[in-house]
């Protein structure tokens, strides 16, 4: 089993910056792809940005040159840096991760919210 611990989010002003970590601990060998994905009120959960173990990087079009994915293997977490933040990423924003490219374990999320 493999736990994951979201944390960063938090209220910012549109145009502004925010950085989620994702902790990752127990079968950790295990994990092939960490991602991070969000869900907005209303609407389904989507993919926003995931890594492999080799390093490379899917992201969502809608989030293309303002976030970025990056991961510390010595401290077992994945980031997620958001950038010229805009009202409709407001979501929870929920790590994920697994042993091939569908996820198999969550975090609990943290409220990304975009508001003047």
């Known amino acids: 089993q493999v736990q994951l611990v979201e944390s960063g989010g938090g209220l910012v002003q549109p145009g502004g910056s925010l950085r989620l970590s994702c902790a990752a601990s127990?079968?950790?060998?295990?994990?092939?792809?960490m991602g991070w994905y969000r869900q907005a009120p209303g609407k389904q959960r989507e993919l926003v940005e995931a890594?492999?173990?080799?390093?490379?990087?899917n992201y969502a079009e809608s989030v293309k040159g303002r976030f970025t994915i990056s991961s510390d293997n010595a401290k077992n977490t994945v980031y997620l840096q958001m950038n010229s933040l805009k009202l409709e990423d407001t979501a929870v924003y929920y790590c994920?991760?697994?042993?091939?490219?569908?996820?198999?374990?969550w975090g609990k999320g943290t409220l990304v919210t975009v508001s003047s």
């Open positions: 127990g079968s950790i060998f295990s994990i092939y792809a």
């Open positions: 890594i492999t173990s080799g390093g490379s990087t």
């Open positions: 994920a991760g697994g042993g091939g490219p569908v996820p198999e374990y």
